[in-house]
């Protein structure tokens, strides 16, 4: 019997029925048991979060458990007010800076390193196995060799100086690994195309490449901020004697017995959710008008 007469009696009226016919039997014993190991990892994942956020809003009367008594934004007050919790707006500033540079450059250089690449020249792949080779190396230890190179070549141990150059060993990685992955699927027919119309090296890059790219060089600074404004490890040894925020709630873990560490907890998370939001908002804006130009051409 040849293909077509198979595929023409399983979709026959008679048949379709039988072989599309949905699997009316109970589920298998293994399905609840998967569902509850998959219940029980959200609640382990997010529980600890939402208590955190609940107790946030704790009378000042509460404590840092439950039960809670009343519902107030006091701690929230008390922690911009700067009585007891210690310097969380200069740990915001610094850290919200900080992020800011690094994300530059974690930008820049992870787009020259995808052009680099893209184009491929010797030792490549030793340089690509060098940069990749600090994700493996632990976190505080890497800022500890960091901050005492700085101190070698005489350079103060500061939040813009060698925090800056610990920072970098973890975001460029990523940030560099994003890239390759976006240069993977970019087509030389555009740049080429750009070329025989008299196009420049630079008219390229800025009118065909970036806007093709954009997406992508959004995503990697959304990696470069969010892996730089939650940094710990690499900045405690680094940062000098100013804090930044991590390690300004940190320190606060020390002396400070008050649900104004959850408020500080409270805040970040909704920081970070709204830079997500931004950098999430800004590719689907970008995708969108691409759509449109493709459709109006």
């Not at 020390?254 to 959710?273: D, E, K, Q, R, W």
Request: charged residues 10%.
């Amino acid at each position: 019997m040849t293909t077509a007469a198979t595929v023409a009696r399983a979709t026959a009226p008679g048949r379709r029925s039988h072989a599309i016919a949905p699997h009316t039997r109970g589920r298998p014993w293994t399905f609840y048991v998967l569902l509850g190991l998959f219940v029980f990892y959200v609640m382990a994942l997010y529980g600890p979060m939402l208590c955190i956020y609940i107790l946030s809003f704790q009378d000042v009367r509460g404590g840092l458990v439950f039960p809670m008594k009343g519902l107030s934004l006091h701690w929230f007050v008390d922690l911009f007010t700067q009585v007891r919790t210690g310097d969380v707006k200069g740990g915001f500033d610094r850290s919200i800076s900080l992020a800011i540079l690094v994300t530059v450059i974690t930008v820049v250089v992870s787009f020259l390193a995808g052009l680099a690449f893209k184009r491929r020249f010797w030792g490549d792949t030793f340089v690509f196995y060098l940069m990749i080779g600090s994700l493996v190396a632990p976190g505080l230890v890497l800022g500890i060799g960091t901050g005492l190179l700085f101190t070698f070549l005489g350079v103060e141990a500061h939040w813009y100086t060698s925090a800056v150059g610990a920072q970098l060993s973890w975001t460029l990685p990523f940030g560099v690994l994003v890239m390759f992955a976006v240069m993977s699927r970019f087509d030389n027919a555009w740049e080429e195309a750009a070329y025989d119309l008299g196009a420049t090296r630079a008219q390229t890059i800025r009118l065909v490449v970036i806007p093709i790219l954009a997406p992508g060089i959004v995503a990697v600074a959304l990696f470069g901020f969010t892996l730089s404004y939650d940094e710990f490890a690499r900045t405690l040894q680094t940062a000098g004697s100013l804090n930044t925020l991590p390690l300004e709630i940190w320190s606060m873990t020390l002396n400070v017995t008050s649900p104004s560490l959850y408020a500080l907890g409270t805040v970040t998370t909704i920081i970070s959710f709204l830079i997500i939001g931004i950098c999430l908002g800004t590719i689907v804006l970008i995708q969108r008008r691409r759509a449109e130009r493709i459709a109006v051409h």
